[in-house]
């Protein structure tokens, strides 16, 4: 079935450093590509997306490339920020043959910005 | 402004009791779905409901119940045939057959068993 894998948490690292957070996905078929944050006691929140093979998708000063070849969708910022603390998760996005959404989530990868 | 409430933030249940957990959306969307958190792990599906008076059993639904009599509202039961009831729950709706809408979450609600 389809999944999903991200890197191993927990990650600390110093303010304005580079982030990578990998993840890797099998699918039998041509799903979207999500990555959701979720703040300490809240819900998830949809960071950015990709739709289609090579797309990019961006916000926040975060991006991430829909690459078909590795099958893979890693989370790169640039330089992090204190306020960037939260737990990240990649998830997989397509409808069934009922016609349903479903959302194939990796474990999430808690991440901590150091002042 | 739309979104989805989820009520209470933080519950607790006695051993073999039932309890419900509250869910309210404004944003018009025809699908609905509960996810259950566990620590370290990602979300896992327990059901979801495409429409008013449908639902479907996603991939943990037992010991669990729901109900869709309103447009605006999926309540989960957690019943006490659940053993480990102990988790945070989050609440979904996207709309409905539609593959690049993302789904919107709520808040979440932690239940824990006294």
């Known amino acids: 079935g389809d999944s999903v894998t991200q890197m191993e948490g927990p990650v600390t690292l110093s303010e304005e450093a580079f982030l990578t957070i990998n993840c890797t996905y099998t699918?039998?078929?041509?799903?979207?590509l999500f990555w959701y944050v979720q703040y300490p006691g809240e819900g998830l929140q949809l960071l950015l997306k990709?739709?289609?093979?090579?797309d990019k998708g961006s916000n926040k000063g975060f991006e991430a490339t829909y690459r078909k070849e590795t099958t893979s969708f890693h989370l790169e910022k640039g330089s992090v920020q204190v306020s960037d603390s939260a737990v990240y998760f990649c998830?997989?996005?397509?409808?069934?043959?009922?016609?349903?959404?479903?959302?194939?989530f990796g474990q999430g990868t808690r991440l901590t910005i150091n002042p | 402004d739309g979104g989805i409430t989820q009520s209470p933030k933080y519950l607790f249940r006695k051993e073999g009791q039932n309890v419900t957990l509250s869910c309210e959306q404004n944003?018009?969307?025809?699908?609905m779905y509960w996810y259950r958190q566990d620590p370290g792990q990602g979300l896992r599906l327990i059901y979801y409901?495409?429409?008013?008076?449908?639902?479907q059993k996603g991939d943990i639904a037992e010991g669990y119940s729901v109900s869709r009599e309103k447009k605006e509202s999926f309540p989960l039961t957690v019943t006490s045939a659940q053993k480990n009831p102990t988790a945070f729950y989050l609440c979904?709706?996207?709309?409905?057959?539609?593959?690049?809408?993302?789904?919107?979450f709520g808040d979440g609600t932690r239940l824990s068993i006294l």
């Open positions: 979904a709706s996207s709309p409905r057959q539609s593959s690049n809408q993302p789904q919107h």
């Open positions: 699918a039998t078929g041509y799903p979207s």
């Open positions: 990709a739709t289609k093979a090579d």
């Open positions: 998830a997989l996005h397509y409808l069934s043959i009922q016609g349903a959404q479903k959302l194939v």
């Open positions: 944003l018009n969307h025809d699908a």
């Open positions: 409901s495409q429409i008013v008076n449908d639902f």
